[in-house]
């Protein structure tokens, strides 16, 4: 099976990692994207399963949500181990504002960490378009 699986940080990747409350801008359409092309959605955290899912909600995008992980401990090389996963959520691809703590088992795709509020924030941008092009 072709991954195609895509796994998303919370904090400061989807939501600001001061409040934790304010949704990146273009999230919303993002998940939703891949959900309407069958795309799994997958969070992880290392604030844990539960905390990605109470987030999500708070946010408005737990419909989009496949599934959610905690991060729950480091390999070797300062990577964050990845759960263990069903072979159709293996991702293809792995949003992180700390793509270095990623392992690189699919594309991993870095983006500025989402601080705090910021409606002009477009980090997303780029993933969405390609999204509607082609993925
Ligand atoms: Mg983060």
Redesign the pocket.
Known sequence: MTPKAWLF?????LLD?VTGTSLRPLARELLAGLRERGIPVLLW??GGDDYAWRRARQAGIAEFVTAAHVKAGRDGRGHWVLPHLPPEHIPAVLV???PH?VPPVGEVIGVP?YVGPNPRDTALAALLDELERNR
């Open positions: 940080d919370v904090d400061g990747t990692s955290s290392a992180d504002d700390q703590e960490p």
